[in-house]
């Protein structure tokens, strides 16, 4: 079992950054892959970023790319979701995601542990 705890989502004005955290329980989880996903106001749960296992591999959804950057540290147990130049359209609860199949998933259906969501918002 691998139980997931994301941290350092809030306010902030169009133009800031945040960093996300996922902390993680669970020996086997330096083996997973590994995702953020995030859900906005009246729209479905959306991939946003993932990485594998051993960090060697990221995907971004076209809409972050040049401006979020995902990253890991398995000594740490941790996932991280740096997002950078925010804007409006990027508020949304983002939730940490795992995977068994230890690569850079996409699809959200891949995804077997699920953190319970940060609130991320971000005023104009």
């Known amino acids: 079992q691998v139980q997931l705890v994301e941290s350092g989502g809030g306010l902030v004005q169009a133009g800031g950054s945040l960093r996300l955290s996922c902390a993680a329980s669970?020996?086997?989880?330096?083996?997973?892959?590994a995702g953020w996903f995030r859900r906005a106001p009246g729209k479905e749960r959306e991939f946003v970023a993932a990485i594998s296992w051993s960090g060697g591999r990221t995907v971004y959804t076209d809409s972050v790319k040049g401006r979020f950057t995902i990253s890991r540290d398995n000594a740490k147990n941790t996932v991280y979701l740096q997002m950078n130049m925010l804007k409006p359209e990027d508020t949304a609860v983002y939730y940490c995601a795992a995977n068994t199949g230890s690569v850079a998933e996409i699809e959200l259906k891949a995804y077997r542990y699920w953190g319970q969501g940060t609130q991320v918002t971000v005023s104009s």
């Open positions: 669970g020996r086997t989880f330096s083996l997973y892959g």
